[in-house]
């Protein structure tokens, strides 16, 4: 397990969290001035600024994309609404290979509607058959533009309206599915990184009493990015209150070692949705928070 | 699959979607107007009215206790509080039984702490021992006294404070690991229920992508209770936000299709946690609604 307490270079920083923080290149500058090495940023913050603008403020201040934030969303009520996701899906595989993201991270959706307030159907199965079919389609897409997918699995409480893949084991029954020969996003056999893989985000999957087994399931070549943040024991929102590492119950490098037992060896990813706390503070009280928690207790 | 469309008699009311309504004895009358068979009550609400006049009201009204609500809450942070959580776990089944409750449902605690709002260990694998050894020094007793106990596994949204056993399976687990023969209650083998078993929530295990083929591992024996509300869409809160049958996303039908095939012939349990809308309305209202929903939705 790599010791993480004497610098931060293995640190990544997810611009959702600095979400209070402004515009994304105001973000950049940030991370840069604190020394970070790598990011994960949002589509809507990328496209506020523009992505050429984007491409080229990670190039100046030398910064590796441990992901791009993200694709997925699949499920819709109708075969327009379907195609319509797989178009976008093409264009944030486009994004990412712009970016040279290490992967296009996956939220998968749920049922139509629900995100919005008012699901239209119940039919989760459904949903999760929609799923399968939509990261087939934009497998074939992401494989040709060498850009590996991640399928992150979300904490079953946004099983209705973010995600409908709910478990790590689920996720990797997708990923042995649909891409059973872990073929290498560049269309070879590649046993470093897999065209299809995951996310694993301690915050949805530190409860699973499997998860130290399927993280040695996935094995290198299928766990791609692992983001971090804390469970706080007294969660007030279901979305938006996640604790900084430390602050809550999940034991992290508990999970970074088994994470990196199966042969992980990229960045730990920041990211922590916070608008009850941590959006709240400014830029450099939070990136240095990070870094110190980073180099503590993860 | 039953027919619940015509009447109720296969409705049960767990008292805690009464909160709002008053003390115990005010429920129950509540419940008899209504012309309800069976309920479930919480610990605090019996305490509240003397176990002994409960018992009475009960029998006055020709009651049914499709389950006891609850022990379990095992993990403790030292070995004086994991015996005073045994042996209050003991006073729970004698009270079941002394009410004629189909079976004490477990929920079986988490970090030692959280529940307060400060865990005082992460220690999430401990924990898991802890419910382990725990149920198997109270199955001991609860065999003797013929009470068959159920394992409710909670939404993994509770595995900190509430619940570490966080789906069917884990449950399940337990439960062959503990009680290997299914034995009955009475201490004789009893294919009809097992001395350990499960509470089948929706509300904990709809989005659950194992919990068909979960279900039909438990089977009749195992499957001693069915509890039904339902997932809202937009979920305010993550304890009292529950929604009525009907109102959220859960293909309570389905499920209840799944629990029935498996040979489960028992009630449905109506179990709603709601400050937020139910605990505010008059007790006649949530009871024609209750009776109304479990006619049309489940």
């Known amino acids: 397990m790599r010791d993480f307490s004497a610098d931060h270079r293995w640190l990544s920083i997810n611009t959702a969290t600095l979400r209070g923080a402004g515009r994304l290149d105001t973000i950049i500058e940030a991370c840069a001035r604190h020394g970070i090495r790598a990011i994960s940023p949002w589509r809507d913050q990328v496209a506020a600024i523009g992505l050429e603008r984007t491409a080229a403020l990670v190039r100046t201040h030398g910064l590796a994309l441990s992901g791009y934030c993200r694709g997925g969303m699949f499920p819709a009520p109708d075969a327009a609404g379907r195609q319509a996701a797989l178009d976008d899906n093409r264009r944030a595989v486009d994004e990412a290979k712009t970016l040279d993201a290490a992967c296009l991270v996956l939220v998968v959706g749920a049922l139509p509607g629900a995100l919005a307030g008012a699901a239209l159907t119940k039919d989760l199965a ?6 399968h079919d939509g990261i087939a389609a934009t497998l074939e897409y992401a494989k040709e533009a060498g850009m590996p997918l991640a399928i992150e699995p979300l904490h079953p409480m946004y099983a209705a309206d973010r995600a409908c893949v709910n478990t790590l084991e689920q996720a990797l029954d ?26 694993v985000d301690v915050y949805h999957v530190w409860w699973d009493p499997k998860l130290e087994a399927q993280i040695s399931r996935a094995g290198k070549s299928r766990l791609l990015a692992f983001h971090v943040c804390d469970w706080l024991a007294k969660t007030r929102d279901l979305l938006e209150d996640r604790g900084m590492m430390g602050d809550g119950v999940i034991e992290i490098p508990k999970i970074r070692a088994w994470v990196e037992a199966a042969g992980f060896t990229g960045y730990s990813e920041v990211e922590i949705f916070s608008s009850l706390d941590w959006w709240k503070r400014p830029a450099d009280e939070v990136l240095a928070t990070c870094i110190s928690r980073h180099r503590s207790v993860v």
Do not use: S
């Open 126 to 131: 459904g949903a999760r058959r929609q799923v």
């Open 174 to 199: 997708l990923c042995d599915a649909l891409d059973p020969a872990q073929g290498g996003a560049l269309g070879v056999a590649n046993v470093d990184r897999a065209a299809l893989g995951v996310a």
